[in-house]
């Protein structure tokens, strides 16, 4: 990626002096929202590393295309916060919708932490760092497919999971008021996409 860095100039926010810098863009946002959501980025994505404060333009079309700010988040100012608020870094709760800024690799661990009385199998990755989740069958909690007509379905097509000889199967209700087997399942899959959780940000991670 070719640089140009045509000297400093100052911001209206705290008078800051910081880099003005014009490079030629190689990729497109297309292309990055297509091809680039929810992956880790390597030195082999990129040329130059910004540690400083800068504007970065695009040299073409003399767009800006992102502003940089170093260590503007003060160590004192968290704290402050947190009088203010009370412990509320400890009273949020972990996120789990961060979408493409999750990854596409999901932690089973960290989805186990989020389902403490379900056990967690497999993750299923999707696009935008979101996956399904595979929960373990618990057959103690399954009804005997022997005894199944007692329990009526509420529409035609409903699908329900019985116990038969100690395996987990599938029935699904029929228009003749029947439920019809489909077939052995060996775990659950969730309808809910979830990604990588995290905690709040604390004053360590702060750049």
Known sequence: MALDKIGTHATTQQNIKVDKVYIERKLTSQYVRNTLEGVKLTSEHYGKLFESSCD???????????KFRKSQVEETCIELAKKIFSEIHLKMKQSKTRGCAAGKDVSVEKIQKLFKTKEVVGVQP??????????????TKLIDASIRQRFAGKKVGQEKIFKKNNKAYKYRWSESSQWVEMGEITCITTATKISNPVSIITSNNII
């Open 126 to 139: 999707k696009t935008k760092g979101f996956a399904f989740v595979r929960f373990k069958i618990d057959f």
């Open 56 to 66: 970065v333009y695009d040299k073409s079309t003399k767009q800006l295309i992102f």
